[in-house]
């Protein structure tokens, strides 16, 4: 499957949105609040996870998007950094198994050059051994970055397309498929945690019609009560993609 834009054609959409994508955000503030180190928001983020993939997966939502790393991430301080990156390798881990017990797809995107050897296998193995599940598509989007990704869509499409077919062969059909997020819809509704009302470089071009919702609770703290809050929010929105309502 691949994404039909929202731009071009008026997309089926129901009550219940057939993608999730959400912004992960809050975990040092709320270590902070509790007087912890920042560390110790990521590691209860975790668990915010787990109990999200969970629920999803009963839902009868296709896919699932979430932030874990942003393009701009690594500004912050080395220890940070590195400490985020043992916790991804010790999720992949512990949990693939259990992603492949509930017939979850796992997808990672992001720009993996950064990462060491030994994570970038892991991804590897995590992504083999769940590419055969149909029930829904888990994408964790790593060093990942809006604009990094329609930069490279760009490339791509420059090398594959002989210069004097270029402007009637690009189109958005064209240029989303190569997209990290090629396989998937765009997504029906998006979800900041933590208080900040930005999109932070996430899936610029497939937020285009995308449905914002922002709370106020910090990740770690996400909870079945906070997603069923922002799918009652879903559910009453009129959707319009550019029409008139009457
Ligand atoms: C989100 O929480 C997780 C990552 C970006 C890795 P933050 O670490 O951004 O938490 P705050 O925003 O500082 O509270
Ligand atoms: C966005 O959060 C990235 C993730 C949650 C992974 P940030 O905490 O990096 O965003 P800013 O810096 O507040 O915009
Ligand atoms: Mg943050």
């Known amino acids: 499957m691949h994404c039909v834009s929202s731009t071009v054609h008026v997309p089926d959409v129901g009550a219940v949105p057939r993608h999730i994508a959400i912004i992960m955000d809050g975990n040092g503030r709320w270590a902070t609040q509790r007087k ?54 010790s999720v992949l881990i512990r949990e693939t198994a ?36 149909s029930h829904m598509t888990l994408t964790i989007a790593a060093n990942s970055g809006g604009r990094g990704d329609i930069l490279r869509a760009i490339r791509r499409l420059l090398e ?30 998006f979800i900041r945690t933590g208080r900040e009302r930005r999109i932070s470089n996430f899936l610029l071009w497939q937020l285009a ?9 910090f990740w770690p703290d996400f909870d079945d009560a906070t997603l069923e809050a922002a799918l009652a929010s879903y559910r009453t929105r009129e959707r319009r993609f550019g029409r008139a309502n009457a």
């Open 36 to 89: 912890l180190p920042r560390m110790a928001g990521h590691t209860k983020g975790v668990d915010a996870v787990r109990t999200t993939v969970e629920s999803y997966s009963n839902s009868g939502i296709g896919y699932l998007t979430l932030f874990a790393s942003s393009s701009e991430n690594w500004r912050r301080r080395r220890a940070e950094v590195s400490f985020l990156m043992r916790l991804f390798a």
């Open 98 to 133: 259990r992603l492949d017990d509930y017939g979850i797809r796992l997808r990672i995107v992001g720009d993996l050059s950064m990462f060491g050897a030994g994570l970038r296998a892991l991804i590897q193995r995590a992504e083999a051994k769940t590419a055969h599940n």
């Open 160 to 189: 594959q397309t002989a210069a004097d077919e270029r402007s009637a062969l690009i189109d958005d059909a064209s240029f989303a498929q190569h997209l990290a997020l090629a396989y998937a819809p765009e997504p029906d509704l």
């Open 209 to 217: 019609y995308t449905e914002l919702y922002f709370t106020d609770t």
